[in-house]
């Protein structure tokens, strides 16, 4: 495994703490800055609309510049949201540094995702960029107890001064690791050549906007909006689910999600693995499983053990997608840095779509099971498109499948 992987990782394991341990920092961050608990809230929130946005806008902006040198400078942007956070004298400047933070997320796992591929053959692509992203699934499963540690111990400040560390061992590891031949951009294959499109090499703002005049690049970006919609939509009220449905203590909920969090790991390297084999493929019987899996959970949710089961299925299944689409867009895309970073941020609204389908059904009083219904429905809608997408793509054989070497 090339070393400027490893770096890679680290920096996404970095990136995906800042995310996920605010979550069990939050009343001591009130409390601190004598805030309420929904201003509070918006340090979580206030994140997710900034990724959104600084996907797409950043990495327009440096659509000229060498990805390595812009992985360099998206980590430093990382580090010094954190220590702002770190050092906050106000709640207004504690939201400037998460804002800050956030910045670099979306174009990072972007941009980040197009060199950990050209530092691997061809035909081990979808398995590069699911080792990069092995850091924030690893993240997802520890970031909340990490946080609630580091808080409970040493303050919450300590888990920022943490998270601050880790991003500039990172930040070494990719200026040392990572080849500089990583951040120019790469030829493509043979096997790669047949993707539907003209060849387009990345390049400025012009050229990579050219990348999105192909329908299969707007069929990946909706796929990947509509899969994390259904799998997001079911998740942020899952802890309901199991306290209120499946007879679960409140106490037991960090457990059960670091449950669900270690087959995220799972299926993010099961799912790597199998889209280097036959992406289209896996690709749908990644949703349909993640479908199956959210209406099963619905039905069974009553039964604890069910519940357990089925919330690891539905991490592995949830997440087994991620590189398989990840790599679609950027072949369809040829390369487009913009294109890949679009796909952090379909993921992000699709995110906001799911929880926020899934809060009106709870509301309308049909239940705590619901919001999985809900999730399988939307997913369902995600492996329609991803159907016509495959279907679109079969007089072109070579984008979908890499012949073994």
Not at 30 to 43: D, K
Not at 269 to 274: C, E, H, K, S
């Amino acid at each position: 495994m090339p070393s400027g992987l490893i770096a890679l990782a680290l920096g996404g394991f970095g990136i995906g703490l800042t995310e996920f341990l605010i979550a069990g920092l939050l009343p001591e961050v009130a409390s601190s800055f004598a805030v309420s608990e929904a201003a509070a809230g918006r340090l979580i929130s206030g994140y997710a609309l900034s990724v959104a946005v600084g996907a797409i806008a950043l990495t327009a902006a440096t659509a000229r510049l060498h990805r390595k040198h812009v992985l360099v400078g998206l980590v430093a942007l990382f580090v010094i949201g954190n220590l702002l956070s770190a050092v906050a004298p106000t709640y207004e400047v504690m939201l400037l540094g998460r804002i800050v933070a956030a910045l670099c997320h979306g174009s990072f796992f972007g941009i980040g995702s197009l060199v950990a591929r050209s530092l691997v053959a061809p035909e081990r692509k979808s398995r590069a960029v699911a080792v990069m992203f092995a850091g924030l699934t690893v993240a997802n499963v520890l970031g909340v107890p990490f946080g609630a540690l580091i808080g409970e111990r040493w303050g919450w400040r300590a888990a920022f001064w943490a998270v601050t560390a880790i991003g500039l061992i990172a930040l070494a590891g990719i200026a040392a690791l990572v080849p500089d031949r990583a951040g120019r951009a790469q030829p493509m294959a043979d096997t790669e050549r047949t993707t539907g499109a003209e060849r387009m090499p990345p390049g400025g703002l012009a050229r990579q906007l050219r990348a999105f005049r192909s329908w299969q690049v707007w069929l990946t970006l909706v796929a990947t909006a509509l899969s994390y919609g259904g799998m997001f939509g079911a998740f942020s009220y899952i802890a309901y689910t199991f306290t209120e449905v499946s007879g679960f203590a409140s106490a037991d909920v960090a457990w059960l999600l670091m449950v669900y969090g270690v087959g995220l790991v799972v299926g993010n390297l099961v799912g790597g693995r199998a889209a280097d084999r036959d992406r289209d493929r896996a690709l749908v019987l990644a949703l349909l499983g993640l479908a199956l899996t959210l209406g099963l959970f619905g039905l069974l949710a009553e039964s604890a053990v069910a519940s357990v089961v089925l919330v690891f299925l539905m991490g592995v299944t949830g997440f087994a997608s991620v590189p398989g689409m990840i790599t679609r867009v950027t072949d369809f895309a040829h390369g487009a840095a913009l294109a890949a970073s679009a796909n952090v941020s379909a993921s992000n609204l699709g995110n906001a779509l799911g929880a926020w389908l899934g809060g009106l059904a709870i509301s309308a009083g049909l239940g705590y099971t619901a919001p999985l219904y809900v999730g399988a429905g939307i997913v369902l809608m995600s492996l329609a498109v991803m159907g016509v997408a495959a279907r679109r793509a079969r007089p072109h054989p070579a984008a979908n499948r890499v012949p073994a070497r």
